[in-house]
């Protein structure tokens, strides 16, 4: 079983940046892919970005494709978010998840609970 935590969200404007990280205990992150989704109010979750156990595989959403970069630290069992040119429509809570293979839906096994990313204009 692992645990995940999130944190790193906040208030930012329009154009500014943030960097998320999911922290994992129990089990090492290494055993496990993790993606990025988000879940803005009065909408269903949706994929954001997602890395392979070994790194050597990232895929992310079309809308934020070039913007966002996720990232893993096997030694400190953390996987990043970094969000650059954050709009308004980025504004969700952000949850990262954990699961044995790779994917882009919403079928992982371990969730987090999630921290509030809100870009202002």
């Known amino acids: 079983q692992v645990q995940l935590v999130e944190s790193g969200g906040g208030l930012v404007q329009a154009g500014g940046s943030l960097k998320l990280s999911c922290t994992a205990s129990?089990?090492?992150?290494?055993?496990?892919?993790v993606g990025w989704f988000r879940q803005a109010p009065g909408k269903e979750r949706e994929f954001v970005a997602a890395i392979s156990r070994s790194g050597s595989t990232k895929q992310y959403a079309d809308s934020v494709k070039g913007r966002f970069t996720i990232s893993g630290d096997n030694a400190k069992n953390t996987v990043y978010l970094q969000m650059n040119s954050l709009k308004p429509e980025d504004t969700a809570v952000y949850y990262c998840?954990?699961?044995?293979?790779?994917?882009?839906?919403?079928?992982?096994?371990?969730w987090g609970q999630g921290t509030q990313v809100t870009v202002s204009s």
């Open positions: 129990g089990r090492a992150f290494g055993g496990y892919a």
């Open positions: 998840a954990a699961r044995d293979g790779f994917s882009v839906t919403l079928r992982y096994d371990h």
